[in-house]
């Protein structure tokens, strides 16, 4: 069983403009919506790949109600705790030159009691074959050491963690060993303190510090360099796949999803590995968050190049 956890969802609504005019009227040519946050987008992929997961986190108000809906309509199982205030809506303002300007919402501040209420959520789906999927930011009122809390509380029943967030959430996590990672390149440099772009070699050092803490395998995405996979005594990598982008929005958690997918089926490290780099470069073809098709992931897995990272890693 997989339980993506969203602590701040999000009605993603993306508004078509001729021009951005601003303090002036600008009249809508096209609008779109979508339910989102980083959880909700990983259980809109697992769905699309054909497996299916529980969605989880805080949902409040007419926003929340619609991405209640949302899912119910694309059959994503769905559990939140319901809150007094509304979910937030997050705009994108698209002009017809490409240009793309963001108003995006704090969202809800969660009590303590809301807290509690979804850690007796999690708790009662904790079990040896769960995977819970802990993604994104930490809403405002919510302590940063929210994600290791439920990991230590998760791992008591035996349940498997996969962590994907960033900041002092990330590092405070790790302090509670979650089973999988998917940090991004610019993720680690933070999380290492470093204030240059890691090299590879970097990556696997500091990746292979944090496996000896407990975390089984970590998938480092590089963009459009690719992705490295470590393990404790493994360690791959794999170019990008030349795929035509539509938006790169995403990737990160559709590889995230192929993650869950792939631990819930039990695939091998070969078959992990090309789900996640199809699954990631098929959601860069596709518009927004929008998941890629079954039929396109399973295409571009056969095309993925599986290279030893250390032979990889250039000299310094
Ligand atoms: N331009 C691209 N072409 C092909 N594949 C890409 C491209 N950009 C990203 N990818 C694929 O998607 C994966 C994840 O991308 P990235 O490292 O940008 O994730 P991220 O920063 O966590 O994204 P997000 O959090 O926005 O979902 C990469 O490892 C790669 O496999
Ligand atoms: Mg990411």
Redo the contacts with the bound molecule.
Sequence with gaps: MIITVTMNPAIDKTVEIEMLKPGGLNRIRHVEWDAGG?GVNVSKTIRELGYSSTAVGFLGGNTGEMIRDALDKREIENDFVQIETETRTNTKVLEADGTVTELNEPGPVITREQTEKLFAKLESYAGKHTLFVLSGSIPGGADDNIYAKIIRLVHKKGASVLL?TDGNAFRNALEAVPDII?P???ELEEYAGLDHPVSEREILSIVREILKKGVRMAAV????D??LFVYRNYAVR?P????R?ES????????AAALACAWEQGFDNDRTVRL??AA??G??TTAGTKPPSRELVDQLAAQVQIRSAEEAVKPL
């Design positions: 980083k994907d998917k991004n390149r610019e995405s590089m963009g459009s690719g992705a794999c990008a796949l030349p795929v982008s790169t929005v995403g990737a990160g958690d559709a590889m996640c780099m990631s470069a959601a860069v």
